[in-house]
């Protein structure tokens, strides 16, 4: 590639309008609605952190993490699945596996397994760390290119259902990137 068609690639690639609108993980593109912020993944197990905005103006922003740990990824779906779920507690004293939602499908040629949850969360790390009940959680595992990624954003039911349409579009939207390695 001609050296002026790499920096200009380079200068789109890191443009800070540009990123509020695609981001880049692993191989995958990743298109986000207008109003979510890419922040800087506050460990190295994460590799990209969104911020979508609260339920209500003044309220703090919801946190999507993007996990990736290599090609191998964390364990199987299943286990990731289940581990998930175990966070969460139902006030009827049913499994949360009974009453979550469970999506499998495909986007760009990769396989997508979505997760939906409410109940009582149990606490994690994280956003939403502190736990209690009304909590709702909307998960997912791409298994990319380069290895499995691992969408995962808890926070009140309340503040994540006004996202529900914007993140089927995320979702929908996902394609494989271009990288220059």
């Known amino acids: 590639m001609p050296r002026a068609c790499l920096i200009l690639s380079l200068v789109l690639i890191l443009s800070p309008s540009i990123m509020a609108e695609t981001a880049d ?3 995958v593109r990743l298109t ?3 109003d979510w912020k890419v922040l800087e993944p506050s460990n190295e197990m994460r590799a990209l952190e969104l911020a979508l ?23 199987d779906t299943a286990s990731n699945v289940d ?6 507690s139902q006030p009827d004293g049913r499994e949360t596996a009974e009453v979550a939602e469970q999506t499998e499908g495909e986007v760009a040629g990769m ?11 149990g ?26 990624l691992y969408f995962k954003l808890v926070a009140k039911e309340a503040s994540l259902a006004r996202h529900d349409e914007a993140l089927d579009a995320f979702f929908k939207s996902i394609e494989l990137a271009f990288r220059v390695d």
């Not at 609260?54 to 364990?75: C, K, M, N, T, W």
């Not at 581990?83 to 969460?88: N, P, T, V």
């Open 25 to 27: 993980v692993r191989a």
């Open 32 to 34: 986000l609605p207008e």
């Open 53 to 75: 905005p609260g339920a209500e103006e003044g309220d703090d922003p919801l946190v999507l993490v993007v996990y990736y740990f290599g090609a191998e990824g964390a364990g």
């Open 83 to 88: 581990r998930w779920l175990g966070q969460f």
């Open 111 to 121: 396989a997508l397994l979505r997760l939906r949850a409410t109940g009582t969360y």
């Open 123 to 148: 606490g994690g790390m994280g956003p939403g760390a502190e736990g209690g009940p009304g909590f709702g959680l909307r998960a997912a595992i791409l298994e990319g290119p380069e290895g499995p």
